[in-house]
Nanobody
Framework: QVQLVESGGRVVQAGGSLRLSCAAS????????MGWFRQPSGKEREFVAA????????YYADSVKGRFTISRDDAKNTMYLQMNSLKPEDTAVYYC????????????????WGKGTLVTVSS
């Protein structure tokens, strides 16, 4: 079993920056590919970014490419999402997800989910 806890969400002005964290406990963190999804109010959950279990590969949605950076620190069992140049359309609940071994990208393929942290970008 893996428990995921997101933190760092808050209200920020457009153009600002924010760093989200996802702390993991339980099974071996380093064996999981990790990712971020987000769900704007009234909309479906969408992929944001992911990092492979080895840390060698990263993946980004087109909408955040060049603005967001995903990273992981296996010594701390923590994944991060650095978000820069934030836009009002980035407003959403951000969820951390873990997938055993390779990243598939499908929400239905995730093995574990956090409960989410709310990011609100004001214009």
């Amino acid at each position: 079993q893996v428990q995921l806890v997101e933190s760092g969400g808050r209200v920020v002005q457009a153009g600002g920056s924010l760093r989200l964290s996802c702390a993991a406990s339980g099974r071996t963190f380093s064996s999981f590919s990790m990712g971020w999804f987000r769900q704007p109010s009234g909309k479906e959950r969408e992929f944001v970014a992911a990092i492979s279990w080895s840390g060698d590969s990263t993946y980004y949605a087109d909408s955040v490419k060049g603005r967001f950076t995903i990273s992981r620190d296996d010594a701390k069992n923590t994944m991060y999402l650095q978000m820069n140049s934030l836009k009002p359309e980035d407003t959403a609940v951000y969820y951390c997800a873990a997938e055993q071994s390779n990243w598939s990208g499908s929400p239905s393929g995730m093995d574990y989910w956090g409960k989410g942290t709310l990011v609100t970008v004001s214009s």
